[in-house]
């Protein structure tokens, strides 16, 4: 990769890491449901209307943008609303490399390597490790919410691998289309109508700059870039990239937010990142199997 695509690369996992920090700050006052819907409505509009729908069927968009909206970004905001620091979110999602493996073995019949496994290993003993040195970072219902997150991250790809897409961008942008009501409609069945004039009363400038960070960098610009990385540089050169998205997410939660980590938890993120390393790590590079990863890492990263 070089040095310009590299730099590039790198501020993107920069954004996604600095992002989770931006969630908290946008769900301080207002429901997290509904920034979510805000975050989303602001991405599609007035982007659908410069990109074609791709050749899908609407079912998979449909199902896309409610997994994608509420069940990955909806659970995950509310994660961090729910107690989890905004660093220690980011890490556990991270968990979703695991529950995609899993599935991939059990549902799909994809082989796995002795690396993996390894990986796998490394990655669970130190995710026991992260919640049991806890120093308060990390809640009950935190965690349950961040599991649904990483669970319905493994469902997206499902459905974006059923939907035999061609267009990931464009199936991103469109399938937000359908994120933003399902959010809203939970939100009130929850807790009521009031909570969206709550929301009104409450919104302030913090708000709106954190939504418009996560509509824009994050999902637009982001997934831009990483889709133009994934097309031009191979598996191995850009996977190990999406471990740098909790580094960053650690350290913008420390400068923001003044969020710690016990000693126990440092040593367990750092070999948490080296099991997910091993399991993201390509054991064969053929053109199929490349063709493949450009079309489905991005819902890995």
């Given at each position: ?261 016990s000693v126990g938890q440092i040593i367990a993120s750092g070999l948490f990142l ?28």
């Amino acid at each position: 990769m070089n040095r310009k695509d590299l730099l590039l690369a790198i501020s993107v996992m920069a954004i996604w890491g600095f992002n989770f920090s931006m969630i908290k700050m946008g769900v301080t006052h207002v429901h997290p449901l509904l920034v979510t819907a805000a975050r989303f409505t602001l991405a599609v509009f007035p982007a659908i209307f410069l990109i074609a729908k791709p050749n899908v069927a609407w079912r998979y968009l449909v199902s896309y943008g409610v997994v994608f909206g509420v069940g990955v970004w909806g659970m995950a905001s509310w994660s961090i609303s729910a107690g989890l620091s905004s660093g220690m979110a980011s890490v556990l999602l991270s968990g979703k490399v695991l529950i995609g493996m899993t599935v991939g073995v059990l549902l799909f019949k994809e082989q796995t390597s002795i690396s993996k496994l390894i990986g796998a290993a490394t990655a669970l003993t130190a995710l026991v490790i992260l919640v049991s040195a806890t120093t308060g970072n990390i809640t009950v219902n935190g965690i349950v919410l961040i599991v649904i997150a990483a669970c319905s991250w493994t469902l997206m790809g499902v459905i974006v691998k059923k939907s035999n897409t061609r267009e990931a961008f464009a199936f991103n942008v469109w399938g937000m289309l359908f994120a933003p009501v399902p959010l809203v409609v939970l939100a009130t069945s929850l807790h009521g109508e009031q909570v969206i004039w709550q929301a009104f009363e409450l919104w302030d400038w913090n708000t709106t700059l954190a939504v418009v960070f996560q509509a824009y960098p994050t999902t637009l610009f982001g997934y831009w870039v990483w889709n133009i990385m994934l097309i031009k540089y191979p598996l191995s050169t850009t996977a190990p990239l999406s471990l740098l998205v909790p580094v960053f997410a650690l350290i913008s939660g420390y400068l923001m937010y003044d969020e710690s980590l016990s000693v126990g938890q440092i040593i367990a993120s750092g070999l948490f990142l080296v099991g997910i390393g091993l399991i993201v790590q390509p054991t064969q590079t053929s053109a199929k199997g490349l063709r493949r990863y450009r079309l489905f890492a991005w819902i890995k990263a």
